[in-house]
């Protein structure tokens, strides 16, 4: 990422979906968004809140157990949280191809274990951290060419 970096302070859950819609806003079908953060900082809220805009109506939930989750909105939206991969040595070397194609926007949660699988694929990053109580800090960097 190189893109010049945005910031912002958040005092709610719901601030912190906010934050997600107006990511969504920038998103074209065949983006990845990384999502990255300790546990408990709003990743998945973030996330909720981009797929809420990109018309996503059911529940919005983690996959962690699962991986990956696909949603139907105005476009198909792919939301991984890979934080129980150590590695993607050992897993099917098609683990993401599922979730990462150019009709999907792709939202991962815990990416650092996909860098080389996600280079060059980023359109955004999002860093989120705790800011005491309920605030949160949230990041954004746009990878350098991306609107």
């Given amino acids: ?7 912002c302070e958040t005092a709610s859950a719901a601030e912190t979906e906010a934050v997600g819609a107006r990511i ?4 074209r079908p065949g983006d990845v968004v990384v999502v990255s ?5 709003g990743k998945t809220t973030l996330i909720r809140g981009a797929c ?5 109506e059911g529940p919005v939930t983690s996959p962690t157990f699962t991986i990956g989750q696909r949603y ?3 476009v198909p939206v792919s939301h991984l ?16 191809d599922d979730y990462l194609d150019a009709a999907s926007i ?3 949660e815990w990416p650092a274990v996909a860098e080389p699988q996600l280079a060059g694929r980023e359109a955004l990053e999002a860093r989120l951290s705790h800011a005491g109580g309920d605030r949160r800090r ?9 609107r």
Avoid at 1 to 7: F, R
Avoid at 138 to 146: D, L, M, N, R, T
């Fill in 138 to 146: 949230i990041e954004v960097v746009g990878a350098s060419g991306h």
């Fill in 52 to 56: 809420r805009a990109l018309g996503v």
């Fill in 106 to 108: 792709a939202l991962v």
């Fill in 72 to 74: 139907s909105g105005r």
């Fill in 37 to 41: 953060g300790d546990v408990g900082a």
């Fill in 24 to 27: 969504a806003q920038r998103l």
């Fill in 1 to 7: 990422m190189s893109g010049a970096a945005k910031s």
């Fill in 81 to 96: 949280d890979l934080y129980r991969l150590t590695d993607l040595e050992r897993e099917d070397p098609a683990l993401l």
